[in-house]
C-alpha cells in the first residue's frame, strides 16, 4: 500500500485516495457537560479509517492508517477539509500566488 500510494507521485491523485479511504461519520451521542457556563468544544463528525485491498475494505485504526501509507495527521485533515458539499475536490493553491492588481505607469 505504501508503495502505491508514493509511485503516484500527483499530490491530486493522492488527496482524493485519501478523501475515498477517510470517511467523515457523525458523532452518535454527546455526554452532558458539568457546568451549563461552559458547555466546551464539541466535534459534530469522527473519521472512519479504511483501507481497501483485493475490492474488500477493511476498517483499521487511525495509527495503523498514517503508519502504512507514510504520512501524518495534517495530510488527511487537509484532504477531508477540501471537499466541497458536493464531494468535489478543489484544486490544489501551493505555490500559487493571487494575481496582483497592476498598475500602469504615467
Known amino acids: 500500500m505504501f508503495k502505491q500510494?508514493?509511485?503516484v507521485g500527483d499530490y491530486m491523485v493522492q488527496k482524493s485516495f485519501l478523501q475515498k479511504q477517510v470517511k467523515q461519520v457523525p458523532v452518535k451521542r454527546h455526554r452532558k457537560t458539568?457546568?451549563?457556563?461552559n458547555p466546551g468544544k464539541r466535534r459534530s463528525y469522527n473519521l472512519q479509517y479504511?483501507?481497501?485491498?483485493?475490492?474488500?475494505s477493511y476498517p483499521v485504526c487511525k495509527k495503523g492508517f498514517l503508519n502504512i501509507?507514510?504520512?501524518?495527521t495534517g495530510r488527511v485533515e487537509?484532504?477531508?477539509?477540501t471537499v466541497?458539499?458536493?464531494?468535489?475536490?478543489?484544486p490544489d493553491k501551493r505555490g500559487r500566488?493571487?494575481?496582483?492588481?497592476v498598475q500602469t505607469a504615467p
Open 78 to 81: 487537509t484532504a477531508i477539509k
Open 50 to 56: 479504511t483501507l481497501t485491498m483485493s475490492g474488500i
Open 69 to 72: 501509507l507514510g504520512i501524518k
Open 34 to 37: 458539568k457546568t451549563p457556563d
Open 97 to 101: 500566488r493571487p494575481k496582483a492588481d
Open 84 to 90: 466541497n458539499a458536493a464531494g468535489i475536490t478543489q
Open 5 to 7: 500510494f508514493w509511485e
